[in-house]
C-alpha cells in the first residue's frame, strides 16, 4: 500500500523557518522524482520543488528559490522541505508527490501557515 505522509507544518511568524517531511512507504522510493508543491486558498495547486531520484538535481519556484532547499534521503525513504524567511505569502497547504515514469503518487498534505 503507497503511503506519501507529510509532517512538520504549523503557525509560524514572518521571516521563521520551518521543516516539512514527506515520509514514503509502498514503492521504490529511490526511483522516482520527488516534489513539494502547494495550494493557498483560492489558488490552484503549484509545483514548489523537485528533486531528482538520486538527489543530484533539483529546481525551484522562482517565489521560493534561495530561501527554500528540498532534500532527500533514500535510507529513510523520506524527503524534506526547509523553509526559511517564510512571508505570508507562503501559507498554504503543502504537499509531497513522487514521481516515476509510469506512476505518480500524492501525500494527505500538510498546513503551514506564516501569520504574525
Known amino acids: 500500500q503507497v503511503q506519501l505522509v507529510e509532517s512538520g507544518g504549523g503557525l509560524v511568524q514572518p521571516g521563521g523557518s520551518l521543516r516539512l517531511s514527506c515520509a514514503a512507504s509502498?514503492?521504490?522510493?529511490?526511483?522516482?522524482?520527488m516534489s513539494w508543491y502547494r495550494q493557498a486558498p483560492g489558488k490552484e495547486r503549484e509545483l514548489v520543488a523537485t528533486i531528482t531520484s538520486t538527489g543530484g538535481g533539483t529546481m525551484y519556484a522562482d517565489s521560493v528559490k534561495g530561501r527554500f532547499t528540498i532534500s532527500r534521503d533514500n535510507a529513510k525513504n523520506t524527503v524534506y522541505l526547509q523553509m526559511n524567511s517564510l512571508e505570508p505569502e507562503d501559507t498554504a497547504v503543502y504537499y509531497c508527490?513522487?514521481?516515476?515514469?509510469?506512476?505518480?503518487?500524492w501525500g494527505q498534505g500538510t498546513q503551514v501557515t506564516v501569520s504574525s
Open positions: 509502498g514503492f521504490t522510493f529511490s526511483s522516482y522524482a
Open positions: 508527490k513522487a514521481l516515476s515514469s509510469w506512476y505518480s503518487y
